[in-house]
């Protein structure tokens, strides 16, 4: 079945440095991904989508493009600050209902 | 922008009792969903509803589940004979359609403890 693989956290980093969070997925047809936000003590937020391949979603100063060739979907931000300290969830939807989550990456930024 | 909510944000309940998790989804949303988080895995999907019916579940959802759209603004989780294992975050999403431009949008869940 569709499932979708994130690296382990926690991510941790120092502000302003650039962020890679990996996501790979595998799907029988051709999904949107998705990548949520999850800050301390709220609930899950859309950060970013594409829908199809080579698209790139962005938002924030976050962005990630679908990769088809390579089934993978990573987020980036060039600079990160204190405030983007939270848990990222990578998704997939395929034809059905349900979004297939990942495992999630908790992202800490030290000042 | 309009949310959705959820209420409460945390149940402690005794195993055995049963429990209702509310949702309100966003005003003009047809699609609604149940997804749960075990603590420290992943979030799992549990069910679907368009129309005032089930549209899907997963295995997860048994008998011991039921969904309810009992007025025009809410949509209800029912857990009966709760189980410890039945401890999870309880997220309430809803949709505009299922089309991939018309992403599902998340409350903020409802921590549900059993004891």
């Known amino acids: 079945g569709d499932s979708v693989t994130q690296m382990e956290g926690p991510v941790t980093l120092s502000e302003e440095a650039f962020l890679t969070i990996n996501c790979t997925y595998t799907a029988t047809g051709y999904p949107s991904l998705f990548w949520y936000v999850q800050y301390p003590g709220e609930g899950l937020q859309l950060l970013l989508k594409a829908t199809k391949a080579d698209d790139k979603g962005s938002n924030k100063g976050f962005e990630a493009t679908y990769r088809k060739e390579t089934t993978s979907f990573h987020l980036e931000k060039g600079s990160v600050q204190v405030s983007d300290s939270a848990v990222y969830f990578c998704a997939l939807k395929d034809s059905n209902y349900q979004l297939i989550w990942g495992a999630g990456t908790k992202l800490i930024i030290k000042p | 922008e309009p949310e959705v909510t959820q209420t409460p944000s945390h149940q402690v309940t005794q195993m055995g009792q049963e429990v209702i998790l509310r949702c309100v989804p966003i005003s003009n949303h047809l699609y609604f969903y149940w997804y749960r988080q075990i603590l420290g895995q992943k979030v799992e999907f549990l069910v679907s509803?368009?129309?005032?019916?089930?549209?899907?579940k997963s295995e997860i959802f048994d008998d011991q589940f039921s969904v309810e759209r009992p007025d025009g603004s809410n949509f209800t989780l029912k857990i009966r004979s709760t189980k410890l294992e039945d401890s999870a975050m309880y997220f309430c999403a809803s949709s505009e359609g299922v089309n991939n431009n018309q992403p599902q949008h998340f409350g903020d869940g409802t921590r549900l403890s059993i004891l």
């Open positions: 509803f368009y129309n005032n019916e089930i549209s899907e």
